[in-house]
């Protein structure tokens, strides 16, 4: 989580480096601050609990000027989100450091220095870095062998950038666990935490890899890998459009993103769809050789990109006839797992940094999994990059914290998994690929059809002004879609929401269920509606006021505490991604009816990169 940004110029980098922040608010916003080596000639820092738009009023009235610096927004971990918590911190006013990721042996190393006589001044791990860091400076008076030095001792994840006002002509930087770019320029150079931050400076940049060490100055950088031995990364020229960051005529960056959907789902099927037939080389030139020795496959992923991975075992087991299980990231990574003969392991992440998938494949590795493969938005992430096989979806940047186009854009890519495998295996049943295939074509345009349906769910979305608590339900593969919009109205309305299958409602949930409760409901017409029926009827008999998204030939219709959204029709191995798009604007019309920030909700950050 958390933000970095770091420059060295030979102009005031002030405006880049709040720029950067801005661009990173999605990744952390309780608190930001900078540090720059002023024209003063020291090491001067503003910082303030909040946004960024905090720190940028305060530096107007006190301004900083200087042509090396580093900013930080910070998501918490240890410590309130206050100004003495704030990034950057200090060593003896001659050293900053901003961090991102968390150090596990903190108070074993603050102690020590403590006994060397530093003084902490915050309730970070951060804090020991920048002392620990000092003490290893004042001994060799070179800032990269210091950091050298200092990185042995860090228990954990970081990605650091350092700056010194004894060597005021370059920034530091070092990348375990937590993901760090360089961004080259002419005569000026620059760092972040992602390329996003820099895209108004540069398009040309240079991704650390793990264990690396750089230092940066304004006409040259020099990386060295976690051995020490001097290396050379490549440059990679960017060329994402720079309207990612801008919200355009949408109020809200969810807004553009959910309405981004059609767009990115054709990106997405780009050159994997064959005639009839998904094209199994979108995966890797051995996906076939491999995919064809799979038994059973094994899917670990976090928060929404678990509920993809829910929907996906649906299809495995239902289309390709594969066993399937699905299992969040946190959980795997410290469970005691036995590896089937020939499994497929299926990491699934937006950004290719969450901190917990990315262990559960470094853990896989050593398990004995048949093959890995990645299903990331993020082509230079360290998920892709250590993984045996990549599907990458398209969906863009994703600047709201809540994903919208992540999501359907994965579940668009683990169909194509599920049809690719079955196609190798032969498991698939006849004519079933091409059908899926060609319907995989009009996907766009459907989604496109429940997008329209945006004003009628603004209108749906004023049931639920002065409710505190509401009820998901699905079936069969909408369970996982009805837990997906439960998440949504959480995270950003702070309505409490839980999400069931409703079969399940008489074992207990229906305790819950009165007037007060909107139970939202996903009714494609598929074989589960009539029972599906049966459950809403449990609801109505206890006062449950139902809003029901059901398939325009369900022959559902609006009633006394019924209300009924006409959905387009669609088959219904289709039907998880079509019903995704109308919960989505329910979540955001409601917390825009709520009053609270859409795009950067309370206690959250979008790139969860600690445990």
């Not at 002030?14 to 601050?33: C, F, N, P, Q, V």
């Not at 031995?229 to 809200?252: M, N, S």
């Not at 992430?381 to 994965?410: C, H, M, N, Y």
């Not at 690929?433 to 074509?441: D, P, T």
Request: charged share 25%.
């Amino acid at each position: 989580m958390c933000g970095i940004v770091g420059a060295v110029a030979e102009r005031n980098i002030t405006a880049i480096l709040l720029e950067g922040l801005k661009r990173l608010e999605y990744r952390g916003y309780d608190s930001a601050g900078v540090a720059l080596f002023t024209n003063a000639g020291k090491l001067e820092r503003c910082r303030r609990p909040g946004k960024v738009t905090e720190l940028e009023q305060a530096l107007a009235g006190e301004p900083l000027i200087g042509r090396l610096g580093i900013a930080h927004t910070r998501w918490a971990t240890h410590g309130a989100p206050c100004e003495r918590n704030a990034h950057p911190h200090f060593s003896a006013d001659e050293l900053a450091v901003v961090h991102n990721g968390i150090i596990e042996n903190h108070e074993e190393l603050r102690d020590r220095l403590k006994g060397l006589g530093y003084v902490f001044t915050s309730d970070t791990d951060t804090e020991v870095i920048v002392h620990l860091l000092h003490h290893k400076f004042k001994d060799c008076g070179d800032l990269a062998i210091a950091l050298k030095a200092a990185v042995k001792e860090l228990h954990g994840a970081y990605g650091l950038a350092v700056i010194s006002a004894k060597q005021p002509d370059r920034l530091l930087a070092a990348r375990s666990g937590s993901p760090l770019v360089i961004g080259m320029g002419l005569g000026e150079n620059f760092l972040a935490s992602d390329q996003l931050a820099l895209r108004q400076v540069t398009d040309r940049f240079v991704y650390l890899e793990e264990g690396d060490i750089a230092e940066i100055r304004r006409d040259s950088v020099q990386i060295w890998t976690v051995d020490g031995l001097p290396v050379e990364r490549e440059i990679v020229q960017y060329h994402e459009g720079a309207e990612a960051a801008d919200k355009g005529k949408f109020r809200h960056f969810m807004l553009k993103e959910i309405h981004e959907q059609p767009k990115v789902v054709q990106r997405t099927l780009e050159g994997r769809l064959g005639q009839q037939q998904v094209l199994v080389q979108a995966f890797g030139p051995q996906a076939a050789e491999l995919f064809a020795k799979v038994r059973n496959v094994q899917i670990v992923a976090c928060g929404t990109s678990f509920h993809a991975g829910m929907v996906a075992r649906y299809w495995l087991e239902g289309l390709a006839g594969i066993p399937c299980q699905v299992e969040v990231a946190s959980e795997f990574r410290y469970r005691k797992v036995v590896v089937q003969p020939d499994t497929l392991f299926v990491s699934i992440s937006q950004s290719g940094e969450t901190a917990d998938t990315l262990a559960a494949l470094r853990n896989a590795k050593e398990l004995g999994f048949l093959v890995s493969l990645a299903i990331c938005n993020v082509s230079i992430s360290s998920l892709v990059r250590e993984s045996d096989l990549t599907l990458l979806t398209q969906a863009g940047p994703e600047i709201g914290v809540a994903s919208t186009k992540a999501f359907t854009t994965q579940l668009v890519a683990l169909l194509l998994l599920t049809l690719a495998l079955g196609q190798v295996k032969g498991t698939l049943e006849e004519g079933v690929e091409a059908e899926l295939v060609e319907e995989l074509r009009r996907l766009p345009i459907r989604l496109g059809e429940a997008l329209a349906m945006d004003c009628t769910v603004e209108k749906v979305a004023q049931l639920f002004a002065d409710k505190h608590h509401t009820l998901f339900l699905g079936r069969g593969a909408m369970y996982p879609v009805a837990m997906e919009g439960s998440l949504k109205l959480k995270e950003i309305s702070y309505i409490h929401a839980e999400a069931y299958p409703a079969g399940e409602l008489k074992h207990g949930p229906l305790a819950l269920v009165d007037s007060d409760m909107p139970v939202v409901t996903v009714a494609p017409n598929n074989e589960l509606l009539e029972k599906l029926k049966s459950n809403l009827q449990e609801v109505r008999a206890r006062g449950g006021e139902l809003i029901v998204f059901a398939d325009e030939h369900s022959g559902m219709a609006n009633g006394e505490g019924t209300h009924v959204i006409s959905m387009p029709h669609i088959i219904d191995t289709l039907a998880p991604i079509l019903y995704t798009i109308p919960l989505q604007l329910l979540s955001y019309y409601v917390a825009v009816l709520k009053g609270t920030d859409v795009d950067q909700p309370r206690n959250l950050a979008k790139s969860v990169t600690v445990e």
